[in-house]
Nanobody, 114 residues
Framework: QVHFVESGGGLVQAGGSLRLTCVSS????????MGWYRQVPGNQREPVAA???????AYQDSIKGRFTISKDDARKTVFLQMNELKPEDTAVYFC????????WGQGTQVTVSS
């Protein structure tokens, strides 16, 4: 069974940084394209960043140059380094495969104060 556990969120001031971590079980990151998604209450979950099984990356325009996705296949872990955070980055962040599997983790809350 596929399961994701996200961590690393928190409250940070605008301009600050956070590093999110996602541990995958039941799905090898070496064999799967992986991504980070975020959701604001009342809105649909949206893709933020993706990393292919080969390590190629892609980003939503609003976070290009500020966020970096990476992974450690040996630990089946995916990271999202978030710098220069803005209040509009406030959301619950999730990781999943690309395209996403049916099972979502609980996510990790990121709150950016102005």
């Amino acid at each position: 069974q596929v399961h994701f556990v996200e961590s690393g969120g928190g409250l940070v001031q605008a301009g600050g940084s956070l590093r999110l971590t996602c541990v995958s079980s039941g799905l090898a990151t070496s064999n799967s394209d992986m991504g980070w998604y975020r959701q604001v209450p009342g809105n649909q979950r949206e893709p933020v960043a993706a990393i292919s099984r080969g390590g190629d990356t892609a980003y939503q325009d609003s976070i290009k140059g500020r966020f970096t996705i990476s992974k450690d296949d040996a630990r089946k872990t995916v990271f999202l380094q978030m710098n220069e955070l803005k209040p509009e980055d406030t959301a619950v962040y999730f990781c999943n495969a690309v395209p996403p599997r049916n099972h979502w983790g609980q996510g990790t809350q990121v709150t950016v104060s102005s």
